[in-house]
């Protein structure tokens, strides 16, 4: 059983940055693909930055790209998003995602284990 704990978010103003990290357990194969999605209240989730474990590249929303730089350390079993240059409308809680397999798609359904949250709120 796949778990994922988030951890970095906080309070910051607008221009400023933050790191999120996503420490992964329960799973010990290479196959695999890690993502990070965003909430804001009343909306619904979306994909923020994904990366397969298979030495393929990221991809990112519109709304990020340039600005989040999405990583992972295998070696430590973590999942991190670099966020930099922060705007209001990134305030949102932020959840890491995790699918046993490759292939996924920066969308909800394409995972199945997501942790609990982190607030990211920008002013």
């Known amino acids: 059983h796949v778990q994922l704990v988030e951890s970095g978010g906080g309070s910051v103003q607008a221009g400023g940055s933050l790191t999120l990290s996503c420490v992964y357990s329960?799973?010990?194969?290479?196959?695999?693909?890690m993502g990070w999605f965003r909430q804001s209240p009343g909306a619904k989730r979306e994909g923020v930055a994904r990366l397969p474990n298979d030495g393929r590249i990221a991809s990112y929303s519109d709304s990020v790209r340039g600005r989040f730089t999405i990583s992972r350390d295998n070696t430590n079993n973590t999942l991190y998003l670099r966020m930099v240059n922060l705007k209001p409308e990134d305030t949102a809680m932020y959840y890491c995602?995790?699918?046993?397999?490759?292939?996924?798609?920066?969308?909800?359904?394409?995972?199945?284990?997501w942790g609990q949250g982190t607030q990211v709120t920008v002013s």
């Open positions: 329960g799973y010990n194969y290479k196959e695999s693909c």
């Open positions: 995602a995790f699918e046993a397999r490759f292939g996924c798609l920066l969308r909800v359904d394409s995972f199945s284990y």
